[in-house]
Structures are given as C-alpha cells and as structure tokens.
C-alpha cells in the first residue's frame, strides 16, 4: 500500500531590503538620455558597468562623458548573440552579487531597437510563407500581415530577453525612444486633436521596468511616470512626477533607497518543468565542449534528484539529437531549430520513445552515439 507524504511548507521572514531597479528611461531624441547612462556608469556605489548597444552608435564617443566608466559587449547583430551576452552578463551578476562585491551595472542602447529588429524579423518571416508568397507572385506590393504564430515567436523572443534582465541582480538601464504621437480609436483609426504619448517597443515594457523616467529635449528635468517603490511615491493618476537635477545616481540611491552594502533577494528563476533549465545547459554545452562534453553530461541527468522519468528523457532526447547534429552537420540551408523552444517537439519524441521500450531506463548511460569514434 503506498503512502504519500505531505510537502513540508517552507518559508522565511521578508527581509525589507530594496531591490537594484530596472530603470525605463526614455523620450524626445536629443533628450540627453545616453549621456546620462554613460555619466551613471562611473558610479562609485556600483561594480563593472556594462553598454549592450543595439542599432545605435554612441557607446564609443559617450566613453568621453565626464565620470563614464564602462565596457561594451561585443556581439554580431543576431538575436541569439544578444541573448548569449545578456546570459553572460546575468551570470556575472550572480556572481557578483553571491560574492557581496558593488552591484553590476547594464545599459541597454536601445530596447526599441531590439523591438524593431523582432518586428522586422516577424514581417521577414511572412513575407517568405507559402501564403505571403502566393500573394506577392501576383501583386508585388500586396500587403502581407503576418500570422499570429510569427507575432507569438517574436513575443516569445522578447520575453526570453526582457527576463534574463529583470531577474539578474543588477541595476539596469532600459534606453528607449518616446514621442508624442495622434491617439487612435479601437480600430486604429486617428482622433481628431488628440495626442498621447508612446514608447516604441513592446506593448509591456513598461511592466518589465520597476522604474520609468522620461526625458524632454530642452526640458532640465526629467519627469518619473511611476515607480514601484514604497519610498519614493508617484501619484497613480495625473501627470509625471517632475525631478530637477536628474542623475540616475540620484534616482537609485536616494529617491529609491538603494544601498551598495545591502544584496537583495535573489528569486528563482521560473520553469515550466525542470527541463528548461536542461535544454539550455546542453546547448551550451554542445557549442562549447561538443560531443565529448555532451557525453559527461550524459550521466549527470540521471544523477539529478528530482527529475521525472519523462523529463529525463526530454533531457536525454536534446542530447542525443545534439550530438547527432555536430557528428552530421546541416547543410547550408537546411532550417536550424531553436533547441530552447523545442520542449513540446521533445516531450514529443520521449513519448513515442516510451511507446516503444516496454520499460525506458531513463538512467540508461551507453546510448549508441556515446561508443561512436
């Protein structure tokens, strides 16, 4: 007869401490708001300070800002390029943050810029399908509208980024571009003489900062449009709140009461099951160690305590499939899967897998591919 145990509840007191802000600061080109990154980059409260540029130019030239201290991240203009940084970057975080050393510092010039480049990519991707090219075949300048399917992955894209920044123990600088613009009506057509104000990127990049600041070209101040923060309060209705003599410095540690000797909380990351986690390790692992490394991973899942028969095979499946894909590269062209996002396909494949053996080991350590020269 089996017996189930109760979960034992786990909990803790709340620590009261301030949390590093994720800052949205944005507004009128010309406005000032890189130069106020890069002068919040010589801080003396913080650590490293990091400039993630995307689509624009000035990381360089605004090292030049008086009391600027920063490096800037290398990467080849593809999304999974960024990604990778904004995965190193967090994990230095962590490290930093584990080790009590001054906060990480991360700029982001500018997040509307990685916005446009996944709406672009989306359009890209519906111009090239079946029914985009049935259409274009006949009117070259026929207007294709992508599926919702591509708008999700672009969404999902966006996500997979904008939560690797709100999760690393660091103070982080959204840049984005804002302006003035003719309100529209529930179907998009424009009301006449009204005006609202719109931040270009996704419709909740707002909900991803703690912190969102405008700026005003010719306007000295800078203008908090809210803030979750029990120290400094921003009215819930009416306008932003005015802030002369804006520093980022000034923001984060005397208006927010951020403190460089205290390390917030860090919280779990979020997973559907355990195999997100995985299937990132052997990706990585993969690009990095290759088939060798893939095969110490192996064993490692099914020493893993708390992992389940059908994610261990998920597990086991990205593996395999791993290192069948570095023992038989693609050929140019050939459509690349983002391993990451391919946990149905897996869970998929485990199953059938399951089907098949009348009783899966998942602990099994000598597939195939593991003896292969």
Not at 174 to 182: D, F, M, N, S, W
Not at 183 to 210: C, M, Q, Y
């Amino acid at each position: 007869m089996s017996t189930t145990t109760t979960p034992k509840l786990r909990t803790r007191k709340p620590t009261g401490i301030i949390p590093w802000p994720v800052i949205l600061l944005e507004g009128e080109e010309k406005a000032g708001k890189s130069f106020e990154a890069a002068r919040f980059t010589g801080c003396e409260k913080t650590g490293q300070a990091y400039w993630l540029e995307l689509g624009e130019d000035t990381a360089d030239e605004y090292a030049n800002v008086p009391g600027a201290d920063y490096v800037i991240i290398e990467h080849n203009g593809t999304y999974r390029d960024i990604l990778e940084q904004l995965e190193a970057v967090h994990a230095e975080a962590k490290r930093a943050a584990a080790a009590k050393e001054p906060p990480v510092v991360l700029v982001i010039d500018s997040v509307s810029l990685l916005w446009r480049m996944l709406v672009n990519w989306t359009q890209e991707r519906g111009r090239r399908s079946n029914s985009g090219q049935n259409k274009l075949r006949f009117d070259p300048d026929a207007e294709i509208k992508p599926g919702m399917n591509l708008w999700n992955d672009a969404v999902e894209r966006w996500n997979r980024a904008l939560y690797l920044v709100r999760t690393m123990p660091a103070i982080v600088v959204l840049l984005a571009r804002g302006k003035e613009v003719t309100a529209v009506d529930g179907n998009g057509d424009p009301i006449p003489k009204t005006k609202t104000w719109r931040v270009e990127g996704h419709k909740h990049l707002a909900f991803d900062a703690s912190v969102w600041v405008r700026m005003l070209r010719g306007d000295d101040r800078a203008y908090v449009v809210g803030a979750r923060s029990l120290r400094f309060q921003v009215p819930r209705e009416g306008k932003p709140k005015p802030v002369a003599n804006f520093s980022i410095e000034h923001l984060v540690f005397d208006l927010l009461g951020c403190t460089p000797h205290t390390q917030p909380h860090q919280a779990p990351e979020l997973a559907g099951d355990l195999t997100q986690p995985w299937l990132r390790k052997v990706e990585k692992t993969a690009k990095e160690d290759g088939v060798e490394g893939l095969k110490k991973l192996w064993p490692k899942v099914g020493a893993t305590k708390g992992l389940s028969r059908d994610e261990i095979n998920v597990i086991r499946s990205a593996i395999e499939r791993a290192a069948a894909d570095l023992q038989n590269p693609r050929e140019m062209g050939d459509p690349i899967a983002d391993p990451s996002s391919e946990a149905a396909k897996l869970r998929a494949a485990a199953a059938a897998q399951q089907e098949q053996q009348s009783e899966p080991d998942p602990f099994d350590d000598d597939p195939d591919w593991m003896s292969a020269a």
